[in-house]
């Protein structure tokens, strides 16, 4: 077996991390998820591996954490991502993508419908509604996914999103 080597680095209390998310909806509602110790939520993902293009990492993510394999339809967002977070300083290249999800995977709006171990964090999963209401109150970053999440962009946008600050680069 071939080792795995995750796209993350530290230098001194800098973490630089190349995170890949999908957006999956389902009758009005998006999937969500967080690590149980965690106060925030965020769209399903991991980090990306050494060797593996995005697209890949999402369809790998998806089969460990949800245990079905998803479709990739197109790029969202790529997002260069700086934040404070456990006393580090973040700099996360984000690539964000929207994906089906398939019909076999649980859906019950706004209930916990799936939980799995990832590592040392424990997951759980929901379906939240698509609405910039539900995800503002849910506290979801990065905060502009909220914005957008009614109208999605046509085509791929770059932006650069300081500590909730946005800088739009399209």
Known sequence: MTKRTHIRLTAGAGRFNHRIAGIGFRDGHVLV??????PFWTFPGGT?????TSEETLKREMVEELGVEVTVTRLLWIVENFFHYEQRDWHELGIYYLMEIP???PFRPEE?????????????FKWMPAT?????ELDIPPYFIADEIEALPAAPRHLVWRDGNLDDKN
Do not use: C, S
Not at 33 to 38: L, Q
């Open 33 to 38: 998820h967080r690590a149980v110790h965690e």
């Open 48 to 52: 990306a591996e050494i060797g593996e």
């Open 103 to 105: 019909p076999e995977f």
């Open 112 to 124: 916990i419908i799936h939980r799995v171990e990832d590592g040392d964090n424990h997951l759980e």
């Open 132 to 136: 910039r209401k539900a995800l503002t």
